[in-house]
Nanobody, 119 residues
Framework: QVQLVESGGGLVQPGGSLRLSCAASGSIFNIRAMGWYRQAPGKQRELVATITQVGITNYADSVKGRFTISRDNAENTVYLQMNSLKPEDTAVYYC?????????????WGQGTQVTVSS
């Protein structure tokens, strides 16, 4: 099994910054990518950013230039630095880990951390 533990969420004013962390443990082999998704009330879960084991990143258009994803492979941890936060960034942020087993991809999720952007 895979365990993902997120931290770093909270309340921040518009224009502020937060840094999310996600530590992976358990059967964390053959990792293809880790990432962050978010879900606002009444909306579907959406991609925020992903990063592959070799550091290739992908961002949602809405966060490009403001958010930066990074990872520490030795610590099996992924980070999301969020700058210039907007009220529309308010959501529960979920960490994800995708790994391959016998050619099939499996995705695991953290429990989520709340990010609220409000004055």
């Amino acid at each position: 099994q895979v365990q993902l533990v997120e931290s770093g969420g909270g309340l921040v004013q518009p224009g502020g910054s937060l840094r999310l962390s996600c530590a992976a443990s358990g059967s964390i082999f053959n990792i293809r990518a880790m990432g962050w998704y978010r879900q606002a009330p009444g909306k579907q879960r959406e991609l925020v950013a992903t990063i592959t084991q070799v550091g290739i990143t992908n961002y949602a258009d809405s966060v490009k230039g403001r958010f930066t994803i990074s990872r520490d492979n030795a610590e099996n941890t992924v980070y999301l630095q969020m700058n210039s936060l907007k009220p529309e960034d308010t959501a529960v942020y979920y960490c994800s880990l995708t790994r391959a087993i016998m050619g099939t991809s499996y995705t695991y999720w953290g429990q989520g951390t709340q990010v609220t952007v409000s004055s």
